[in-house]
């Protein structure tokens, strides 16, 4: 199950970042593949995304002339999230397999969780309501039109998008001012806290994880736990990189369906399988 979903979320990665002109050059892809959306967190700026980001989608449509409904974004997250939930998250998004490389290398005791998870975990709620929602003037109508989210947070931004584009463009790194070394200094202590904690951008700041998170218990696709068959060894438990208790496998809006449980159940009272 590792080997496999690790070669999925290289495919998908190398899929959705194949414009290797762009990264040649340091040039953006401006086709119109950009006017569809892949989904998981995958920068617009990024000089090899052949699509968009959805959280990037959903700032742009906000922050339109006067307001109106992002009807072509919510209608994205609603299938993709009414499909799949955070299986995205554990198996799509190119900054999650960053985070999970990063988690791999072999520095500092391991840990599941941050100190304090249990308010910390609503971060990412945070980020979506103040940054993507307010921040792109859903509240404000036309005072505040920022997509906040990506020009201030955002550390996939940061390593698929500007360094890349600056390493590849000379006349860009001209242009190189605070707010460039304020994204490097967050995507530098993310970095840190991979190599420690298992995904920490994932669980505690990401708004698409948020936004998926609500679609884990009536998604598609699902972990479902036979709970008559269940020996109770705990080693699903044990297993669990975000540390979810059976109960809350794949119905936790934590849960990013990785599938480490099901591997290592002894009983196989756990299975992928349609809702």
């Not at 690790?6 to 290797?20: K, R």
Request: glycine share 10%; charged share 15%.
């Amino acid at each position: 199950m590792k080997r496999l979903r690790l070669t999925v979320q290289l495919l998908f990665t190398i899929l959705s970042n194949g414009y290797l002109y762009g990264f040649l050059h340091g040039k953006i892809y401006q086709g119109n593949l950009k006017y569809a959306c892949v989904p998981g967190l995958n920068c617009y700026s990024c000089p090899g995304a052949v699509a968009s980001c959805p959280i990037g989608a959903l700032q742009a449509l906000l922050n339109r002339q006067g307001f109106r409904v992002p009807f072509g974004a919510l209608g994205f997250f609603f299938v993709i999230g009414s499909l799949l939930g955070r299986f995205v998250c554990g198996w799509l998004c190119p900054f999650g397999l960053a985070q999970d490389l990063l988690h791999k290398i072999p520095v500092f005791r391991k840990r599941k969780r941050l100190p304090f998870h249990s308010v910390l975990k609503y971060g990412k709620y945070i980020a979506l309501f103040f940054l993507v929602c307010i921040g792109s003037a859903f509240l404000f109508g036309g005072y505040a039109k920022v997509p906040a989210f990506c020009k201030y947070l955002c550390p996939s931004g940061t390593l698929f998008g500007a360094i890349p584009l600056l390493a590849a463009n000379e006349s860009l790194r001209g242009q190189i001012g605070g707010l460039f070394y304020w994204k490097l200094g967050i995507l530098l202590l993310v970095i840190l806290l991979s190599i420690k904690v298992y995904r920490p951008f994932c669980q505690y700041l990401c708004p698409l994880g948020a936004i998926y998170g609500f679609f884990n218990r009536f998604s598609l696709v699902q972990i479902h736990w036979k709970e008559e068959q269940c020996i109770a060894c705990m080693a699903c438990e044990k297993a669990c990189p975000v540390a979810l208790s059976r109960d809350e496998i794949s119905r936790s809006p934590e849960c990013i369906r990785c599938g480490r449980c099901v591997e290592v159940c002894p009983g196989n009272c756990l299975s992928w399988r349609p809702r």
